[in-house]
């Protein structure tokens, strides 16, 4: 398994050529104490015939004296190289590994088990495109596997393999395996793990790391090695959203003025139009300059150097991005912190935050909950303390650029600094843009301008009702997240058409990618987003039209206030009624995992309360009824209020 080629003999620079091509995957091993991590990467490196032979032997005379196998090779010291951890037999700090193969060059990251070390593991995990967790056959799914999971899933890590070490204590017991592996994808439900695998291994005896056991008969699956070069991450790097954050500006003549940094995601090609923020000028790539010479584009992770048509003002800090599609820029906005100092935060106090080149002052104005990353349940926090996590809403002294974490790892993390002696406090990961705290509430106000009238049209709601042969109304859909609000608006919608009817849907996700833009999912966020809704239903029933509305709308004074709008004598209430369980079945896109890691706050259902309407015009229990008996029950209601016949 040793990477060799005949082109070193043949063609050493063919050789480099080839190596410096391959694609890159790093991954850490994680998981609790004594769970074989560093033995697991050992005996990787052994079987493999990665080690040179002088540091072979230098482990087989260690193994000796501090090893923990009785004499014999302990793979563990292949990484643990410091003094303490082989006194101790454990991991402290992170150790890095490098080797490759004929497909792929890897780096992995051996991360500590203790909780005292979770920052170190955080640290690790940080650069990481996969996450091997360990856990014992002997005991199963523990209490630091939740938190290293939880962490994992935390920092945007999509592939997580799950190997169940020390088989061999447990006489490869099929049995145990499949127990462990339900118990951790009960855990692994609430949290975002889109591609998860589970294998039996051994790594002091060497099952299933390289070679296949003949002990575990009835594993199917791959080899940790053979799972580590052929799984897919292509699709992990964001090429949509080009953003180039500005590390330095190269000016070593008149003749020449180039921004250098590194693509964070996205592709730039010359001749493209560009935008630099926060200043908004724009202007064409002129170039894009590298060592060995131009190319015609670029892309995530290649470091350039971009030169421009028109020379605009252009400063480290500052992120050249496309014109129709840029980040957030804004001084407030909420993240995940991880605090990864003795030095307890201080609400309120002043520190430096640092993304990428960028750096300004602020401080983190309201700690919203801690999260016990145990249980994964969330918990009043008036601080964080070393290894705590808690979501944190951050007010700093000048506008950022960035994008959501889970969006770009690039431009959605960032390090708190301590302005007086410089070290490293925290990190951070963007959740979410602002969730309202500053937003006002729009129900009351006045419009702005005044000399304001209302227009009348020339055609009467009779002669509109006449035309399309229906009184025009507003069907509010209402429910949890995933009890089927748009999937039954739509197939009414499509109900109607056929019977004749002219109808329109106004779905929640719909109006956020428009009109709702700037909003969060706060309960002031919500509020505003059935506001403007409500004022877009009003407009389409004026055109004598049909409008079905497919919204959470968790609050009852909410959902009143919105059919003040519309019109109490135009407006029904349909309660799409799933037990809170389905609705997490049904969940494709995640959100309920997301709401329980704290990536989304306030979600009813989870963290916020959904209030059912005491009164609903119709009650639907969607997780019994078929989408088709679902229409059909509003059918017959519009039939019977004379709104559709």
Known sequence: MSHQSDLIAEDIDAYLAQHEHKELLRFLTCGSVDDGKSTLIGRLFYDAKLIYEDTLKSLEQDSATVGTT????????????????????????VAYRYFSTTKRKFIIADTPGHEQYTRNMATGAS?????????????????????????????????????????????????????????????ASRLEMPDLHF???????????????????????????SFLDNVYIGSDRNLEDFRFPVQYVNRPHLDFRGFCGTV???????GDEVMALPSRRTSRVKSIVTFDGELDEAFSPQSVTLTLEDEIDVSRGDVIVRPGNVPQLEQRFDAMVVWMHDEQLMPGKTYVFKMGAKSVTGTIGTLRYGVDVNTLHRQEAPTLKLNEIGRCHLNLSEPICFDAYRRNRSTGAFIVVDRISNATLAAGMIVDRTTGDQRHDHWDDEP??????????????????????QVPATILLTGLTGAGKTTIAYALERRLFDMGRAATVLDGQNMRRGIGRDLGFSADDRSENLRRSAEVAKLINDAGLICIGAFVAPSEQVRQRAAQVVGDERFLVIHLAAPVEVCRERDEDGQ???????????????????????????????????VTECVDAIVKLLEERGIAS
């Open 70 to 93: 009785g004499g014999e090779l302990d793979p563990a010291l292949f990484t643990d190289g410091l003094k303490a951890e082989r006194e101790q037999g454990i991991t402290i700090d």
């Open 127 to 187: 650069t990481c495109d996969l996450a091997i967790i360990l856990v014992d056959a002997r005991h199963g799914v523990v209490t630091q596997t939740k938190r290293h999971s939880f962490i994992v899933s935390l920092l945007g890590i999509k592939h997580v393999l799950v190997a169940v070490n020390k088989m061999d204590l447990v006489d490869y017991s099929e049995d145990v395996f499949d127990k462990i592996r339900a118990d951790y994808r009960d855990f």
């Open 199 to 225: 294998m039996p291994v051994s790594a002091l005896k060497g099952d299933n790391i390289v070679d296949r056991s003949s002990d575990t008969p009835w594993y199917e699956g791959q080899t940790l090695m």
């Open 264 to 270: 964070a995601s996205g592709i730039v090609r010359k």
């Open 448 to 469: 702005g301008a005044e000399n304001l009238h209302t227009e009348l049209s020339a055609v009467t709601d009779t002669e509109r009702a006449a035309r399309f042969g």
């Open 592 to 626: 309920y995992a997301k709401a329980d890691s704290g990536e989304i706050a306030g979600f009813p259902g989870v963290s916020a309360t959904y209030e059912e309407p005491p009164a609903p015009d119709l009650k639907l229990a969607t997780h019994e009824l078929s």
